[in-house]
């Protein structure tokens, strides 16, 4: 969705005597433009909403106090993002001995300035080593109960603490995160596995019977799991594609450069955490990592054909066999279509490219000259499974020109 950044601003400046306190609301001034922007339009019956659901501050292993996430994620225009603490893994733990947990959360939401509309999501994330590995636990409602150590956390060191911490066992945190109505999933699930390729373990396929885990990252930080998209396709667990970021936003993925971070686009209702929860939990999301779509056709389809249109097409001269056709793309995606049909094309061999954010025209070499007729392309830059693209159809008709 696109940001009232008008209103944003005038609000931000008003508001700058009233921060005075803390550490105040994340800086949103320089580097900030739409080019950097995660740009992809609604589709014919949802919001589009682009959301982060796995980052990092110095309140566990991140380098950044919670206010960098804020002003990275506004920078991207995420809608939503959450800052998903390790629980039980405390590097600085004898620096800053937090014995509430919800701190990070708070001071994510204390970061946002006013009058920016970034909702924040609360949750955590539950580390533990195989079988159970890493999971994330979001829209909960307190972090406290997702963990459990004997007496206070002021009197322990890094290691001591994470061994008391990881002994509570991951059922229960799990319990406790499902308790608090969480969506819980599945962390980099490869770094278990020293082939780095994702099988599903016993403990995650009763989670997820048992209804208490909802979705499996395929997409984290450079690396993106086709056998982790295949678990979520055949368990019926929602895909997620996050940044994990411990550093930052612009060191990791260069959106200066045309990078982006890994992000869920979540197809809701209304623009609020609710609804992305619901979202989530009903799996109405595609991954956007790098240059691809990743997810099930059922969502993917509305996702495409609101981002790429046919919006003209004319013959070149009036005996002309040759088509012209207009395709506009208002997403932030380079498409790599392959012609399926029987038209061939003029200025290449089988494939066309349409750029981010713009309109380009294509030749096709027609047999005869068809008033009407299909288009058909396999969409290379989505995948509905580790080895299928989506297809899309254009039906054009040159009685009603452009
Ligand atoms: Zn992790
Ligand atoms: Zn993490």
Known sequence: MLKNTLAAAISHTLLIPVLAFAHGSASTSGNVGEAREIQFPDTANHMTLVVDLHTHSVFSDGHVWPRIRVGEAIRDGLDAMAVTEHLEYQPHIEDIPHTDRNRSYQETMMSVPEGEDLLII??????????HGHMNAVFIEDANELFSVPGNAADW?????????????????????????????????????????????????????????????????????????????????????????????????????????????????????????????????????????LGQLEHMEPLLNASLQLIGTR???????????????????????????????????????????????????????????????????????PDANPEMQFTFDVTSNF
């Open 122 to 131: 609360a949750g955590s994330e539950i580390t533990r080593r195989p079988p």
């Open 157 to 293: 060191d890094t290691a001591s603490f994470g061994a008391a911490a990881r002994n509570w066992p991951a059922e229960n945190a799990v319990d406790a995160a499902n308790e608090q109505g969480a969506f819980v999933f599945w962390n980099h699930s490869w770094s278990d596995f020293d082939n780095a390729k994702t099988v599903i373990t016993d403990f995650h396929r009763q989670a997820t019977l048992d209804g208490k885990l909802h979705g499996i990252e395929i997409a984290n930080g450079s690396t993106y799991s086709p056998e982790s998209f295949q678990i979520a396709l055949d368990h019926g667990l929602t895909p997620v594609g996050v940044s994990d970021v411990h550093n930052l936003i612009d060191w990791d993925h260069e959106p200066h450069n045309g990078g982006h971070r890994p992000v869920n686009l979540v197809f809701t209702e209304e623009r609020t955490v609710e609804a992305i929860r619901e979202s989530l939990i009903e799996g109405r999301t595609v991954v956007w990592f790098r240059n691809l779509l």
């Open 315 to 385: 013959y070149l001269g009036e005996d002309s066999g040759v088509l012209e056709i207009e395709l506009t793309n208002v997403s932030d995606a380079t498409f790599e279509l392959e012609n399926l049909s029987d038209y061939t094309l003029v200025q290449s061999h089988d494939i066309i490219e349409v750029p981010p954010h713009s309109s380009e025209t294509y030749l096709l070499r027609t047999d005869g000259r068809p008033n009407r007729g299909d288009l058909q392309f396999r969409v290379l830059n989505a995948l509905i499974a």
